[in-house]
């Protein structure tokens, strides 16, 4: 009886992604697509575990070749490769952020399968089509730059071009970071929604006050200054190595900085629209505003401020 209605679910599941990775082709539905593909394997995987979802995996990568293209074949490993992981995390009972931590690294794996299988199979070099609409970004902004301040020589801005180009070329690993944390975040969000309401689950992702990272962030973070700060030859691997951790944990810490303004503006009952504009404000103005919340992070982390603040 399990095993039948596993088939069952399994083939409804694959019926499911076969009708959303269609509606993927269309534009207007393809970003929607992009977040909710991952939500049939996390469902599947939850309830039956990682080898039935490897294999409604595999069937939905022959079917979609088959009526499709090879061209899906990339969509479904990130979609199947970030479901599986949310999936297998939720079937084991781990918090949200523990889940939500392991469908990132998910979904970052699925990106990786998906770039070699298009450099190697499909011809298609990934990182040339990033470049190439970096390069129409940089220069659509040189060209605003060029209309505000006229002074500028055409050697100048050729320079501040190809620096812009480089640096966002070398942040491609942290990109990829922030786009699958995302992912995860909004597919995750979306099955929490969906097995409360069909299976009278309590899933919820805890207050954004409670979010906390371990104390090694801090020396992950110091190691990343020091490494930026020795001054290896600029586009040398430990280069772009250091520029890539520098900025990931940097995120993270900034994170933890204003989790801590949500948590002291909850002890200390303030209004929640005082947290939620100093994060507009951080989005709007970075430049300032997102080292002063960074280095509230680190102490936070380090003094361990929450503790005090009780």
Do not use: C
Request: neutral net charge; without cysteine; glycine residues 6%.
């Amino acid at each position: 009886m399990n095993q039948s209605k596993k088939v069952a679910e399994g083939a409804m599941m694959i019926a499911i992604l076969m009708v959303m990775l269609v509606a993927s082709m269309l534009p207007v539905l393809s970003l929607i697509t992009i977040i909710t593909l991952p939500v049939p394997f996390i469902f599947y995987v939850k309830r039956h575990g990682m080898k039935a979802g490897l294999i409604m995996t595999l069937a939905v990568a022959i079917i979609s070749t088959l009526l499709m293209s090879l061209i899906m074949l990339p969509i479904v490993f990130v979609a199947a490769a970030g479901g599986i992981f949310v999936g297998y995390a939720m079937s084991k009972g781990n918090t949200a952020y523990e889940t939500l931590a392991q469908g990132t690294f998910g979904f970052l794996v699925g990106m990786l399968l998906a770039f070699v299988f298009s450099q190697t199979l499909m011809d298609v070099n990934i990182v040339t089509e990033y470049r190439n609409m970096v390069e129409e970004s940089v220069n659509m902004s040189a060209s605003m730059v060029e209309s505000v301040n006229p002074s500028l020589n055409e050697e100048e801005l050729e320079a501040l071009q190809e620096t812009q180009i480089n640096l966002f070329q070398q942040l491609i690993p942290t990109f990829m970071v922030v786009l699958a944390l995302i992912i995860a975040f909004l597919s995750q969000w979306i099955t929490y929604k969906l097995l409360n309401r069909i299976e009278k689950e309590k899933f919820s992702f805890p207050p954004f006050r409670q979010l906390q990272f371990p104390s090694s962030v801090i020396w992950l973070y110091l190691l990343a200054l020091i490494l930026s700060l020795i001054g290896f030859e600029e586009g040398s691997t430990m280069d772009f190595g250091a520029q890539n951790l520098l900025m990931i944990v940097g995120m993270a810490l900034s994170l933890q900085g204003l989790s801590f303004v949500f948590y002291f503006s909850y002890i200390k009952k303030i209004s929640k629209a005082v947290p939620i504009l100093i994060v507009v404000a951080t989005i709007l103005f970075p430049g300032f505003l997102l080292y002063f919340v960074r280095i509230l992070g680190i102490i936070d982390i380090g003094f361990r401020l929450r503790e005090r603040l009780k």
